[in-house]
């Protein structure tokens, strides 16, 4: 087993290697599948640092000469930089859902475009109620009557 200063330095290396990655604007904005192969990565190196983080305080704990107070805060202010990455990675994977999803909203909107009907062949607008996902045309009440109608049932 390595000692703690070993581990210290080698989660030091690997915190290094996960800053200059999180960093890398042309790997985080490429396609989605660079980026997602990247995220990927940095993913492996995060659960490396995790299984560092235990064996140090393993390691510094089995360790007389070491402080057990110090072990503690070092340990907490390695776990406060691993967080700091894990959010770091979860923004990244966020903004590459969100182009993904545009990208194949705006493929689905070009091929839309070219089935659309008429303009003067469209239905009324139509909403989702969110709390039964049932739909109801705009405009309409609960009972299909009047606003009024609707308003004085309730």
């Known amino acids: 087993m390595a000692s703690a200063s070993e581990l210290d330095g080698q989660l030091k290396a690997i915190y290094a290697q996960l ?9 985080m904005s490429g396609d989605a599948p660079k980026a997602t192969a990247h995220l990927k990565a940095m993913t492996n190196k995060m659960a490396e640092s995790k299984r560092l983080i235990k064996e140090f305080e393993k390691a510094a704990l089995e360790d007389a000469s070491m402080d057990p107070s110090a072990t503690a805060a070092r340990k907490k202010d390695m ?3 691993l967080n700091r990455f894990v959010n770091m990675k979860k923004a990244a994977a966020a ?3 969100a182009k993904a999803a545009a990208k194949a909203e ?3 909107g070009k091929a839309a ?5 008429p303009a003067h062949a469209t239905a009324p ?3 989702r109620n969110p709390l039964f996902g049932g739909s109801f045309k705009a405009g309409a009440g609960a009972a299909g009557g009047s606003s009024a109608a609707a308003a004085a049932a309730a």
């Open 125 to 127: 607008p139509v909403s």
């Open 95 to 97: 903004v590459i859902a």
């Open 19 to 27: 800053e200059s990655g999180m960093k890398e604007q042309e790997a």
């Open 113 to 117: 475009a070219t089935d659309a009907a």
């Open 79 to 81: 776990v406060v930089q």
């Open 106 to 108: 705006k493929a689905q």
